[in-house]
């Protein structure tokens, strides 16, 4: 074959190689479906806004963390997370974490420490107390000795994705002061022009706090009482256009979600919702529960800044399907319950007429009438 046969068999070829014949990477793939602004995949106008966030807060809780079984961070899990945030930097996206996890991590730690260094008489009653009798100097030294385990993971698994990570920790009390949370922006601020991810946690090490004092008394003092309110302080503070929980369940149900009677909530309205919701009990590895999530995520709606709240334990891309418009986990968002309240008044007043027609309908001497089927619906409608 000559080489001007050759040339023209190419030049042919070319042109007739549509744009979806090439080949893309799964990075590109994932990176058409979560550009900002595309609304191709939404299922419902609740979620626009969605597709449009710039600046995102992960909250990634213990019980998505920590394995439930022994407690031991969930490898699996976290590379899958990060894979997730790094397809939401490279479409030009700001993500802060919040990550729980270093209270589980550090007993793990402990707890082998003490098996090594026990003999064979303390390793007899080992199983029966493995932990000092105080709970709370317990957890405040398993977050000393977990929190650098957690953070070292972080940057191994950043590290591979070409990104880097940075550690903040903060207290109850840093938020009661006003220059800090102008320092923790201006932080925060230059972290994300230079393309690290801000990781947050409290501080559970040093973090202690008054037995007499309350949640309502946290929450009129503006102050945080777990990662969840932390997340939802940090989202309002910094300015974020969305804020994500990730839980081990795949949304809100109106009851616990192993019963079948319970339902998944699409968009919560506290009108609609509040009387129908029971919630089941809260995990064992963290301090938080359903409850706590849906008091932080609908706070966070009312100061603007949308939240959903979402399954974060299974492998599928529930981070990605999120900021893509996807009709997944259950949305907080002020302007879209009211216009829920809205549809579902509008339902309800259009049922209660159908009901009265009917009523009036069998009272009237017309339906002792002969009439066709036809007829039948003028009368009803």
């Known amino acids: 074959m000559s080489n001007e046969t050759s040339r023209h068999l190419s030049e042919t070829s070319a042109k007739e190689l549509s744009a979806e014949d090439v080949p893309v990477s799964w990075m590109q793939q994932e ?104 709970r709370d100097v317990s957890k405040r030294a398993s977050a000393a000795c977990g929190q650098s385990g957690v953070m070292a993971l972080y940057d191994l698994l950043f590290g591979h994705m070409d990104l880097a990570c940075s550690q903040l920790l903060v207290t109850r009390n840093d938020f009661l002061n006003p220059d800090f949370v102008d320092g923790i922006k201006q932080t925060v601020d230059h972290l994300l022009k230079m393309n690290v991810i801000p990781v947050f946690n409290e501080n559970d090490a040093i973090n202690y706090s008054s037995k007499d004092e309350t949640i309502e008394e946290l929450k009129a003092s503006g102050s945080f009482w777990d990662n969840d309110s932390l997340a939802m302080r940090l989202a309002t503070h910094l300015g974020a256009d969305l804020l994500v929980l990730l839980t081990d369940v795949e949304g809100l149900y109106t009851g616990p979600p192993q019963l079948e009677t319970s339902e998944l909530i699409d968009t919560y309205c506290p009108e609609i919702h509040d009387d129908l919701i029971k919630f089941g009990a809260k995990s064992s590895l963290g301090r938080g529960g359903m409850s706590s999530k849906c008091e932080c995520a609908w706070m966070a709606a009312e100061r603007g800044v949308p939240t959903v709240i979402l399954n974060g334990k299974g492998f599928h891309q529930s981070l990605v399907e999120v900021v893509s418009g996807e009709n997944i986990g259950t949305l907080f968002d002020a302007e879209a319950a009211r216009a829920v309240l809205q549809r579902h008044d509008h339902q309800r007043n259009g049922s209660s007429a159908d009901t009265r027609a009917s009523n009036s309908d069998e009272g009237s001497p017309r339906k002792n009438m002969s009439h066709s089927s036809f007829q039948d619906a003028v009368i009803v409608n």
Do not use: H, W, Y
């Open 31 to 134: 990176l058409r479906k979560v550009s900002i602004g595309n609304d191709r995949n939404i299922c419902g106008v609740d979620r626009v806004k969605l597709t449009r966030a710039r600046r995102v807060v992960v909250k990634v809780g213990s019980q998505v963390v920590s394995r439930s079984c022994d407690s031991r961070l969930a490898l699996g899990r976290l590379g899958s997370l990060i894979e997730q945030i790094e397809v939401l930097v490279r479409s030009g996206r700001e993500v802060i974490l919040v990550s729980s996890g270093s209270i589980s991590a550090g007993r793990q730690r402990i707890r082998r420490e003490m098996i090594l260094n026990s003999s064979p008489l303390e390793l007899q009653g080992f199983n029966s107390a493995p932990m000092p009798n105080d």
